[in-house]
Structures are given as structure tokens and as C-alpha cells.
């Protein structure tokens, strides 16, 4: 886990502390694959800034993720531009709203923070490209490689319903 010590930033209201800090990026399951960061650590921006009442923490950070595609199982990659944005209240008061939870003992869980910013930031389905035709559902064909149709089977009911499940993936 990669943390970032707060207690050494001894900051003023209105001071800025801005630093490039690494992450440690996870991999993660969506639609039963598994998708993995390349790379798995990457730079990332983290500014922390002293407000009257509590602290601003600002950060930014590109990750790309390997994995199959939705439709097709060929190699797809996606690449997020991401930032969060936390704030802890200096007296809280109990109140979550105004506390992060990703700051525990004077230290910020930079881990935690970025996996959440992640999934966050996630599509519903991973493609290899936004227009992936997908696997033909009768013959298993790459229909990127092989546009073709199946005319009998077309014709048949069962299939069109099926067709239609399909469709609401
Ligand atoms: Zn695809
Ligand atoms: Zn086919």
C-alpha cells in the first residue's frame, strides 16, 4: 500500500503543497474478466491545500488498463484521464460528509484512493473499439474479421429472440 504521510506537511491556511507522488494502480474484475494496469505504477499529481476549515486533496493520474474485450475477447486497452477530489474538515464532528475516507492516522491511503478512482471511472462494458461487431452468436466467427450473416437462422423466431436478448447486453 502506498501512503502519503500528512503529519510532515506542516501547512497554513491558504498553503499549497503540490507534489508528483506514485501509485501503486490495481487490477480488477468487471463482466467476470480480469483487466490489469499497464503499467502497474504510474506518476500521479497530488496537491494538498489548507482551507480555513480543513484540507483539500486534489489528484490526478492517467491509468490504462489491459484486458479482453466485451464483445470480441480480442486484446482491448483503455486508457482513463482520471482526478478525485477529497476534503477533510480539520473538526469533523463525527460528520462523514466532511471527512475522507481515505485519510487514516495522519496518513492519506494513496492505494485505496486511486483503486476507487478507478472504479469510478469504469464503462459499463470494455471494448476493443466502440464499433466491435462481436462474436457471430451462431458460429462463434470474429464478426470484425468476417462480417457475414446466417440466412436460415435469421428466418427462425428462436433466433430472432435470442437476437433480441443480445441486443439488450
Ligand atoms: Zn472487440
Ligand atoms: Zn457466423
Not at 112 to 140: E, F, H, N, Q
Request: charged share 25%; with cysteine.
Amino acid at each position: 500500500m502506498k501512503s502519503f504521510n500528512l503529519r510532515s506537511l506542516k501547512l497554513r491556511s491558504g498553503e499549497q503543497f503540490r507534489d508528483e507522488v506514485e501509485l501503486e494502480l490495481e487490477p480488477f474484475e468487471l463482466g467476470g474478466e480480469r483487466y490489469l494496469p499497464v503499467p502497474g505504477t504510474v506518476p500521479a499529481d497530488l496537491t494538498v491545500t489548507r482551507a480555513a476549515t480543513g484540507t483539500v486533496f486534489q489528484l490526478g493520474f492517467t491509468a490504462r488498463m489491459h484486458g479482453p474485450c466485451y464483445r470480441c475477447l480480442d486484446d482491448a486497452v483503455l486508457e482513463l484521464a482520471l482526478s478525485g477530489r477529497e476534503y477533510q474538515a480539520t473538526n469533523p464532528d463525527g460528520s462523514d460528509e466532511l471527512r475522507t475516507p481515505y485519510v487514516v492516522d495522519g496518513q492519506l491511503d494513496l492505494t485505496a484512493w486511486a483503486r476507487d478512482t478507478v472504479a469510478l471511472a469504469l464503462p459499463d462494458k470494455i471494448l476493443c473499439r466502440a464499433d466491435c461487431a462481436g462474436l457471430c452468436p451462431v458460429c462463434g466467427k470474429d464478426l470484425n474479421d468476417e462480417p457475414h450473416t446466417h440466412e436460415q437462422q435469421h428466418a427462425d423466431s428462436r433466433w430472432a429472440a435470442l437476437e433480441a436478448l443480445r441486443e439488450q447486453l
